[in-house]
């Protein structure tokens, strides 16, 4: 066990639709980081937040948005939801200092129908 | 360009041998770190062992070990005396600077015969 959790492990939703995922980081990690994982496409990096703001920026679309709130959980908003969406997505947590490993969250299994 | 370049999709390797899982990885930054993870079938990403771009020694940790040669651009990981509950993919990833996002290669599915 990572210490890092997130709900819901499975998410099955239709095209158009909307979702949140969340996620608690370990206790005492200040940085947060979103991933997704699909067949196509392998493990991309979505976003990271380092105690509640913006730090880095990568293959996210305009479509998704994510936050990090004073408790340090983190939401990932995926809208306009495609069947290209459909993916593990992770969160993952450090302490944000220096190169420490990211620590994986169990994911959540996405499919849109 | 691929940053993190695993060129072995599959490997099988027989219990209690060891395995060297490959990856090359490319960067212009003197200041970078290496890692490895397993996924396993159930999909949980874990985090095996980590290697820094100024560290001199080899890191290790119990069976795994990195065989980092900055010069090649090459980390390794080395399983030892492997074992059945090895079987999983394992990813490669690079972290260039401190807010940098960490990028990954696309995996070698490793499988270990009884």
């Known amino acids: 066990d990572s210490g890092v959790t997130q709900t819901p492990k499975h998410l099955i939703t239709a095209t158009g639709q909307r979702v949140t995922l969340r996620c608690s980081p370990r206790?005492?990690?200040?940085?947060v980081y979103w991933y997704q994982q699909s067949l196509d496409q392998g493990l991309q990096f979505l976003i990271q937040y380092y105690n509640g703001e913006e730090r880095a920026k990568g293959n996210i679309l305009e479509r998704f948005s994510a936050q990090q709130f004073p408790d340090l959980h983190s939401e990932l908003n995926l809208s306009s939801l495609e069947l290209g969406d459909s993916a593990l997505y992770f969160c993952a947590s450090s302490t944000g200092q220096g190169y420490n490993e990211q620590f994986f969250g169990p994911g959540t299994r996405l499919t849109v129908l | 360009a691929q940053k993190i370049t695993q060129t072995q999709p599959g490997m099988f390797v027989q219990e209690k041998e060891a395995v060297t899982l490959d990856c090359t990885y490319d960067?212009?930054?003197?200041?970078?770190?290496l890692f490895w993870y397993k996924q396993p079938s159930s999909g949980e990403m874990i985090f095996l062992i980590y290697q820094g771009s100024y560290d001199e020694q080899n890191a290790t940790e119990g069976r795994y070990s990195l065989n980092f040669q900055k010069a090649r651009k090459s980390a390794n990981l080395v399983i030892s005396a492997s074992q059945l509950g090895d079987s999983a993919m394992y990813f490669c990833a690079m972290r260039e600077g401190f807010d940098n996002d960490m990028r990954f290669g696309a995996g070698t599915r490793l499988t270990v015969k009884p």
């Open positions: 960067t212009s930054d003197q200041s970078y770190g």
């Open positions: 206790s005492g990690d200040l940085s």
